[in-house]
Structures are given as structure tokens and as C-alpha cells.
């Protein structure tokens, strides 16, 4: 029967790609983002009017000087070699990729609340080069890009494990959906629904492999010769049929069991990708979360206010259904490393987190 060896969960923001020197450079356009959703007021506010009305002093007074930011970074990093080297030492047969799509494969002409690919492989495809903004904005998105994959590659994927995944999740009376392929191109529009926000974003058609949360734990923490995935996708973004905290870990719960009952001798890792909180740092609901996890608290988790879990901060939800997994096979959460990264007076940026599961 297989095995779930390990469970990993890690941020894949692009502050981890681009290094300490440019964070500062990066997070200048943050003052023109329309999705920041502060959690104080609980709603989406313009940078300006957070920061005369909604945003703390001590947030405001936070040091943001390159020296902060290379200490941040240098802890993020070392963080994320031990999640490889921890991933690399239980020899994993499967690495099983828990996290979300965000204007990628999924629109709003089709978005399921879960989703898994089970194809025999997905492609990594470089993303297109930035048209948009200055030559240096354009420089910016160009290193982000690369980050999350710079050279086209098919990625192979455990597709008899995911086939079986999803017979169980339907007799478990969970709907996901599912794919074995990827098309030409995808493009469309997602409203981004949340309180004080009502923007539709619409992506022209362009060619989209594997999305950015997955892709980032390939090229980080997987290496060249790496184990079949397979891709699992909830959408913790968009109302109005995002996942809720008790749904995610009733599905982790449902996973770990459909894992544990593959008939084939295997070791499977399981990884969360995504959070903590961004674009706006929530670092109370982002230590709330930890120590729910380090507790193994399930009405904690399933609990999460709803109400501060909008924009990208969502992908927390990705850590609850990782926790019902490890919960159900009797891992346990070391010591979290956590780094709210506040890059401006807005308290824009991102809680960083890092977690291994034994």
C-alpha cells in the first residue's frame, strides 16, 4: 500500500525569486494594485486611502532598508534548502502539488473548486516576454518569469495514482473535476469579488503550462531528476464557489484516505504551495494558522475567518487541506519558519512561510 512520507508547505512568491536588492524596486507597484484587501476594514482599499485611514503606525514605521530585507531573504532561502533537502532525503516515489490557479488555466468560463491533472505529463512553458510597463517593470517581470520556469520541459505526472485520487474523491462525494491535457492556449476573465472590489481581469489567449504554484516547487525544491507530481488544484481566490477552511480539510482528510489506500508499494510526499498572507501581510491570522498547524487543531483550522481569507491570502487554505493529510497519517509539524515581509508602508508584501511535516 503507498505511504505518505513527508509533508512540506512553502510561499512561492515572487520576492523568493527576485534577490533582496530589487525587493524595494518590485513593490513600487503595489501603489496601483487594485486587489489589496486590508485586514483591518476587512475589505479592498486603495493604497492611499489604507494608508491615511487603515494601516497601524507600527506597520507604517516597519524598517524596510535593504539590510532587513537581506536578513529576510537569507532566513527564506535557508528555509527553502531544507525543505529540499528534506524532500530529497525520504526519496519520494510521488510528490503530490496541493495549490491554486490564478488566471492561468482556469476562468470564469470554467472554474472548478477542485481540480487534478492526471495526464502522463504537463508541460512547463516559459511565460511570455512583458510587453507592458517600463523597461525596468518589464526587466522585473522578465527574472519573475524565468523563476517559475525558464525552459520548456514536459514534467511527468503520476497519472494511475491520480486516476485512482479521483475515483475515490466521487464515491467520497467529492465533485472534482479533472484534466489529461493541456490546450493550445488558454485566455478569459476572472472577476475578483471581494468587499469594497468588484474588477474583472481579463488575460488574452497565450500558451500556459503548468501554473506558477506548482511550477515554483518543480524548479525549487524538485531539482532536474525529480519523481512524478501530481497536480491538485483548489480555488481558494475567486468567489463565489471558492473553497471554504472545513471543505479543504474534510478534502484533505478524503486524500490522505484515497493515499492510503493505493494498492501499489509507493512513497508519497505531499506539498502545499501558496501564502501566507499577501498582497496585503495579515501577521495575525498568519500565526493563528501556524498554530492551528503545530497543534493539529481542526477547529481552529476549519474556523479561519472567512472575512480576512480574500485576494491571495486565500492560498493559507492550501496549508489547511496539507494539514488534514498529515493529520490523517500521523506526521507531525516541526518549527515553522515564518517572515512577514512588510515592503511598504501599506504593509504590502507577504508572510513567508516555510513548514516540514515528519
Request: glycine content about 6%; overall charge negative.
Amino acid at each position: 500500500m503507498a505511504s505518505i512520507v513527508l509533508g512540506l508547505a512553502t510561499s512561492h512568491t515572487p520576492l523568493l525569486i527576485l534577490p533582496p536588492e530589487l525587493w524595494a524596486e518590485y513593490a513600487e507597484r503595489d501603489e496601483h494594485n487594485p486587489e489589496l484587501v486590508f485586514p483591518g476594514p476587512g475589505k479592498a482599499m486603495s493604497y492611499h486611502d489604507a494608508v491615511r485611514t487603515a494601516v497601524p503606525q507600527w506597520i507604517r514605521e516597519r524598517p524596510r532598508d535593504l539590510a532587513t530585507f537581506r536578513q529576510q531573504s537569507h532566513r527564506c532561502q535557508a528555509a527553502l534548502d531544507q525543505l529540499a533537502t528534506a524532500l530529497a532525503a525520504v526519496r519520494p516515489d510521488v510528490v503530490v502539488i496541493i495549490s491554486d490557479d490564478q488566471d492561468e488555466w482556469f476562468f470564469e468560463s470554467n472554474m472548478p473548486a477542485f481540480s487534478i491533472f492526471w495526464g502522463p505529463t504537463v508541460p512547463i512553458i516559459p511565460r511570455p516576454r512583458p510587453t507592458r510597463g517600463s523597461e525596468r517593470q518589464r526587466y522585473l517581470d522578465q527574472l519573475v518569469a524565468d523563476g517559475y520556469g525558464a525552459v520548456r520541459r514536459d514534467v511527468p505526472v503520476a497519472h494511475e495514482l491520480g486516476r485512482h485520487v479521483i475515483e475515490h474523491l466521487i464515491e467520497h462525494d467529492f465533485d472534482v473535476s479533472q484534466m489529461t491535457y493541456v490546450e493550445e492556449a488558454y485566455g478569459g476573465r476572472v472577476a475578483r469579488r471581494y468587499p469594497g472590489l468588484d474588477l474583472v481581469r481579463e488575460t488574452p489567449f497565450r500558451p500556459q503550462g503548468l501554473p506558477h504554484g506548482y511550477s515554483f516547487v518543480v524548479q525549487r525544491l524538485l531539482g532536474a531528476d525529480h519523481p512524478p507530481i501530481l497536480p491538485i488544484s483548489q480555488n481558494t481566490c475567486y468567489p463565489p464557489n471558492a473553497v471554504t477552511p472545513r471543505r479543504c480539510h474534510a478534502f484533505g482528510g478524503a486524500l490522505a484516505e484515497a493515499i492510503a489506500r493505493w494498492d501499489d508499494d509507493v512513497r508519497v510526499a505531499v506539498v502545499a504551495s501558496g501564502g501566507l498572507s499577501h498582497f496585503v501581510v495579515d501577521e495575525e491570522l498568519d500565526r493563528m494558522l501556524l498554530a492551528a498547524l503545530a497543534a493539529d487543531d481542526t477547529e481552529a483550522l476549519t474556523s479561519l475567518p472567512r472575512d480576512r481569507l480574500y485576494s491571495a491570502t486565500s492560498e493559507c487554505l492550501n496549508w489547511v487541506t496539507l494539514a488534514a493529510v498529515m493529520s490523517r497519517a500521523g506526521l507531525k509539524m516541526r518549527e515553522p519558519v515564518y517572515e512577514p515581509v512588510y515592503r511598504t508602508e501599506a504593509g504590502t508584501g507577504a508572510g513567508m512561510g516555510f513548514a516540514i511535516w515528519s
